[in-house]
C-alpha cells in the first residue's frame, strides 16, 4: 500500500544515546516533513524539505538534523538525546493538492 | 506568515448531538484549509480540505466544514455524533504558494453515551 512507513513504532533511549528515525515514501512526494507531537502542544515542525537534497528548519529544530538523498528517504537524527525529546514523532509527506499523508509515528522516551 | 487557532482543547458532546469543532486561521496569502483526524495511537488522516472551490465542504464519515472568508474561520461540523467520532482533531492551514503548514493545537472530542 502506498504511503509513509516509520520506523522504528517505538525507542527507549538513554541520556546522550544517538539514534535516527527512519522514514520512507513511495508516493514521489517532493515535501516531506518531520513534527513531534506533546500534550497539549499539538504538531510543531522539526524539519522539512521541498526534494532532494534541500532541507530547512522548523519550529524546534535543535538537537535534530536530517538529510535528504532521495525523493523516498527522509531520516530524523538525534545527536544526544535528552529527556526533552521524549514525544511522539510523526514523518509525513505532501503531494499535489497539498494534502498530508502522515507515519503511525514514533514512540520515542528518553530516560 | 500564518496561524490557526482551535477554541477548545476539550469538547465533550452526547451521541447522536450536534459536533461543532471550531478553528479560526490568519493569513497573509489565500489559504488552503484542512481537517485532520487523529485516533488513538495512530497517525493523522485526512478529514475534508477545501482548496478554493465550493465553500461548503464535505469529508468523510458525515462531517463538513464550510470556508467563511468574512469570519477566517473553517469550523467542523457533524448533525449526530457517534461513539466511534470520539478522536482528537486538528484544523491545518497551508499557504497557497506552497509555503509551510501551520497545525492547530488540536481539539479532542468525547461522546457520551
Known amino acids: 500500500n502506498a504511503g509513509v512507513t516509520q520506523t522504528p513504532k517505538f525507542q527507549v533511549l538513554k541520556t546522550g544515546q544517538s539514534m535516527t528515525l527512519q522514514c520512507a515514501q513511495d508516493?514521489?512526494?517532493?515535501?516531506m516533513s518531520w513534527y513531534r507531537q506533546d500534550p497539549g502542544m499539538g504538531l510543531r515542525l522539526i524539519h522539512y524539505?521541498?526534494?532532494?537534497?534541500?532541507?530547512d528548519q522548523g519550529e524546534v529544530p535543535n538537537g535534530y538534523n536530517v538529510s535528504r538523498s532521495t525523493t523516498e528517504d527522509f531520516p530524523l537524527r538525534l545527536l544526544s538525546a535528552a529527556p526533552s525529546q521524549t514525544s511522539v514523532y510523526f514523518c509525513?509527506?505532501?503531494?499535489?493538492?497539498?494534502?498530508?499523508?502522515f507515519g503511525s509515528g514514533t514512540r520515542l522516551t528518553v530516560v | 506568515a500564518q496561524s490557526v487557532t482551535q477554541l477548545g482543547s476539550h469538547v465533550s458532546v452526547s451521541e447522536g448531538a450536534l459536533v461543532l469543532l471550531r478553528c479560526n486561521y490568519s493569513?497573509?496569502?489565500?489559504?488552503?484549509l484542512f481537517w485532520y483526524v487523529q485516533y488513538p495511537n495512530q497517525g493523522l488522516q485526512l478529514l475534508l480540505k477545501?482548496?478554493?472551490?465550493?465553500?461548503l465542504v464535505k469529508g468523510i464519515n458525515g462531517f463538513e466544514a464550510e470556508f467563511k472568508k468574512s469570519e477566517t474561520s473553517f469550523h467542523l461540523t457533524k448533525p449526530s455524533a457517534h461513539m466511534s467520532d470520539a478522536a482528537e482533531y486538528f484544523c491545518?492551514?497551508?499557504?497557497?504558494?506552497?509555503?509551510?503548514?501551520?497545525f492547530g493545537d488540536g481539539t479532542t472530542l468525547t461522546v457520551k453515551p
Open positions: 509525513a509527506s505532501r503531494g499535489d493538492r497539498d494534502t498530508y499523508t
Open positions: 508516493m514521489n512526494h517532493e515535501y
Open positions: 524539505s521541498v526534494g532532494a537534497g534541500i532541507t
Open positions: 493569513s497573509s496569502v489565500p489559504p488552503y
Open positions: 477545501y482548496t478554493s472551490a465550493a465553500t
Open positions: 491545518a492551514v497551508i499557504p497557497t504558494n506552497a509555503g509551510k503548514s501551520t
